[in-house]
């Protein structure tokens, strides 16, 4: 029995709805595009031949006809919690404004630069960056073509707009309810090195620690920003575990690795040994407890602003270049309790 091959279906162009409806290819480009030049005969004529063949119209080509592409690329690490609750405010806040959202991530086997340098390729208007951590030399030489806005990261230069968390007072916050609750030897675990972010969590753990008075109880312990980071960052805890009964970790994702590493180990959490996250990302409400204590980063607001500075520089405002900080709240969930 002879088997015969299945031809792929034909993709429908706009030059098929242009030969089923009887006019000109530009003619259906105007219609799609949604500019002057159809009558309304002509629009209906094109609308109907297109639903009839299946055609489905090239966003990305016609954002690319228009004098901007109206897309905003967005640059995240794929493993963060926090930046998976961006998301959805960015996508709101674009859309609100007429644009479309590019997303590019990085990984461990995906770099930074490479989610970058496709955004760029994509041809979008602006770039908004998550939690970069890219030298600033190299958001500099990105700025110089498009308008850069970082979220969640300190820059020395003014280079396009950053938005981001006060952190100082972040840190600040989770070791002051620790210390009311009666702990002393409060440990930090960091974000793990070649990190602002890290850095600026970790001089900020140190202030909050010396204003409390408990200069000579501090511990910082390597971590990073993933779930298996936290497994390991537990791991160092234990091994060399002294009085310790807290622990502010770097990020929520990292808090989320160190609580099932130390419950696994025996250890309970908060009874023997109080946790508190970072970001308030929803991955701070379905831990292995009833709920994170974290200290929460204010997403919508955060998300809203880089769209909006985005769009500005777009669309041509004069603003000069400039920092936006938002203050940090404190979220109690069951992770924390009275020293025992």
């Given at each position: 029995?002879?088997?015969?091959?299945?031809?792929?279906?034909?993709?429908?162009?706009?030059?098929?709805?242009?030969?089923?409806?009887?006019?000109?290819?530009?003619?259906?480009?105007?219609?799609?595009?949604?500019?002057?030049?159809?009558?309304?005969?002509?629009?209906?004529?094109?609308?109907?031949?297109?639903?009839?063949?299946?055609?489905?119209?090239?966003?990305?080509?016609?954002?690319?006809?228009?004098?901007?592409?109206?897309?905003?690329?967005?640059?995240?690490?794929?493993?963060?919690?926090?930046?998976?609750?961006?998301?959805?405010?960015?996508y709101?806040?674009?859309?609100?404004?007429?644009?479309?959202?590019a997303?590019?991530?990085?990984?461990?086997?995906?770099?930074?630069?490479?989610?970058?340098d496709?955004?760029?390729?994509?041809r979008?208007?602006?770039?908004?960056?998550?939690g970069?951590?890219?030298p600033?030399?190299r958001?500099?030489?990105?700025?110089?073509?498009?308008?850069?806005?970082?979220?969640?990261?300190?820059?020395?230069?003014?280079?396009?707009?950053?938005?981001?968390?006060?952190?100082?007072?972040?840190?600040?916050?989770?070791?002051?309810?620790?210390?009311?609750?009666?702990?002393?030897?409060?440990?930090?675990?960091?974000g793990?090195?070649?990190?602002?972010k890290?850095?600026?969590?970790?001089?900020?753990?140190?202030?909050?620690?010396?204003?409390?008075?408990?200069?000579g109880?501090?511990?910082?312990?390597?971590?990073?920003q993933?779930?298996?980071?936290?497994?390991?960052?537990?791991a160092?805890?234990?091994?060399?575990?002294?009085?310790?009964?807290?622990?502010?970790?770097?990020?929520?994702?990292?808090?989320w690795?160190?609580?099932?590493?130390?419950?696994?180990?025996?250890?309970?959490?908060?009874?023997?040994?109080?946790?508190?996250?970072?970001?308030?990302?929803?991955?701070?409400r379905?831990?292995?407890?009833?709920?994170?204590?974290?200290?929460?980063?204010?997403?919508?607001?955060?998300a809203?602003?880089?769209?909006?500075?985005?769009?500005?520089?777009?669309?041509?405002?004069?603003?000069?270049p400039?920092?936006?900080?938002?203050?940090?709240?404190?979220?109690?969930?069951?992770?924390?309790a009275?020293?025992?």
């Amino acid at each position: 029995m002879t088997q015969h091959a299945v031809e792929p279906k034909k993709r429908v162009t706009i030059k098929d709805v242009a030969r089923a409806a009887g006019v000109s290819p530009g003619l259906v480009s105007i219609v799609f595009n949604d500019v002057p030049g159809a009558s309304d005969a002509n629009r209906r004529r094109v609308r109907q031949a297109a639903r009839e063949l299946g055609y489905r119209p090239d966003a990305r080509a016609s954002l690319l006809r228009r004098r901007h592409a109206r897309l905003l690329g967005v640059s995240f690490f794929v493993q963060s919690a926090f930046h998976g609750d961006l998301l959805p405010g960015i996508y709101a806040a674009a859309g609100a404004a007429g644009y479309e959202v590019a997303l590019s991530g990085w990984t461990a086997d995906r770099t930074e630069d490479h989610s970058i340098d496709a955004l760029v390729g994509f041809r979008c208007d602006a770039l908004i960056l998550l939690g970069p951590e890219a030298p600033e030399a190299r958001l500099e030489v990105v700025a110089e073509d498009l308008p850069v806005i970082t979220v969640g990261r300190r820059l020395v230069r003014p280079i396009g707009d950053s938005i981001r968390t006060d952190d100082a007072v972040g840190m600040r916050l989770a070791v002051e309810h620790l210390a009311a609750l009666g702990h002393r030897d409060i440990a930090h675990v960091d974000g793990g090195p070649d990190n602002v972010k890290a850095e600026d969590r970790v001089a900020g753990y140190r202030a909050a620690m010396e204003a409390a008075g408990l200069a000579g109880r501090m511990r910082v312990i390597p971590g990073g920003q993933t779930v298996e980071a936290g497994a390991e960052a537990a791991a160092r805890l234990l091994a060399g575990r002294g009085a310790e009964t807290a622990v502010v970790a770097f990020d929520d994702d990292l808090a989320w690795g160190l609580v099932a590493a130390l419950q696994a180990a025996g250890v309970s959490v908060p009874g023997d040994l109080s946790v508190v996250g970072y970001d308030g990302s929803r991955l701070s409400r379905i831990m292995p407890l009833s709920g994170l204590t974290t200290v929460r980063q204010d997403a919508e607001g955060m998300a809203a602003l880089a769209v909006e500075r985005a769009v500005r520089r777009v669309e041509g405002d004069d603003v000069a270049p400039g920092e936006i900080v938002l203050p940090p709240t404190l979220t109690i969930g069951s992770s924390s309790a009275r020293r025992a």
